[in-house]
Nanobody
């Protein structure tokens, strides 16, 4: 059973930094696109950043220049370095990964349970 587990959330002051981590485990043959999404109270879930297996990245407009996504394919892990955090970055951050469970399977999307990031003074 594929599981994604996030860590690294917490409370930080405006202008501060946090680093989120996500590890995928459980019968994984290969991970494809991995990414981070976030959802604030009363808002829809939105894309924060994505990274392809080869390293190409895509960022949401609100985080460009402040957040950096990276991955370690050998560890089935994805990371999000968040700098210059703003109160509007407050949300639950979810890890997402497209996973092949066998050589012949199609990729299926999996989600973590989320980690809370709160930016407040």
């Amino acid at each position: 059973q594929v599981q994604l587990v996030e860590s690294g959330g917490g409370l930080v002051q405006p202008g501060g930094s946090l680093r989120l981590s996500c590890v995928a485990s459980g019968g994984i043959f290969r991970t494809d696109v991995m990414g981070w999404y976030r959802q604030a109270p009363g808002e829809q879930r939105e894309l924060v950043a994505q990274i392809a297996r080869g390293g190409s990245t895509h960022y949401g407009d609100s985080v460009k220049g402040r957040f950096t996504i990276s991955r370690d394919n050998a560890k089935n892990s994805v990371y999000l370095q968040m700098n210059s955090l703003k109160p509007e970055d407050t949300a639950v951050y979810y890890c997402n990964a497209d996973v092949f469970v066998t050589f012949h399977s199609v990729a299926e999307g999996y989600w973590g349970r989320g980690t809370q990031v709160t930016v407040s003074s």
